[in-house]
C-alpha cells in the first residue's frame, strides 16, 4: 500500500484536558464522511489516504488537534466546520490540483509534494 498521507486524530481522549464533551467525535465522524466522499471522487482513484482516531497526541491544549503525516502539519481546535477546509485546501490540493496540470516541470514539483 503506497500511503500518501495519515491523518491522526485526537478524538476520544481519555483526561480530556484539550477540549471538554463530545467535539472530537463529533469531528472524527466528519473526518470519516469527508474522506469517504473524497475516496469517491474518480480523481483519487491512486490516491491512499488513510485516517486513525487516537487517545492523545500529547498537546493538551486547544484541541481537538488533528495531525498530518508525513508533512507534519498539526491544526488546533479541530471542528466538524473546519474538516471540509482543511481537507480543501491542505489534502486535496497537494495531489489532485497538481495532478491536473501535470507537465514535466510541475512533475518535479509533485515529487518533491508527495
Keep these: 500500500m503506497n500511503v500518501h498521507k495519515h491523518l ?12 471538554k464533551g463530545d467535539e472530537g467525535n463529533k469531528t472524527w465522524e ?11 471522487d474518480p480523481s483519487s482513484k491512486n490516491i491512499q489516504i488513510l485516517r486513525s482516531k487516537v487517545d492523545c497526541l500529547r498537546i493538551c ?15 488546533e481546535k479541530v471542528s466538524p466546520e473546519k474538516v471540509s477546509e482543511i481537507f ?3 489534502i486535496t490540493v497537494s495531489y ?4 491536473a496540470h501535470e507537465t514535466e516541470a510541475d512533475l ?7
Design 61 to 75: 491544549k486547544n484541541g481537538p488537534i488533528l495531525l498530518i503525516w508525513p508533512d507534519g502539519i498539526w491544526y
Design 30 to 40: 466528519c473526518l470519516k464522511k469527508t474522506l469517504k466522499n473524497y475516496e469517491k
Design 96 to 99: 489532485t490540483h497538481l495532478r
Design 108 to 114: 518535479v514539483c509533485r515529487l518533491l509534494l508527495e
Design 8 to 19: 491522526l486524530l485526537c478524538a476520544t481522549p481519555t483526561k480530556q484536558k484539550c477540549f
Design 88 to 90: 480543501t485546501s491542505h
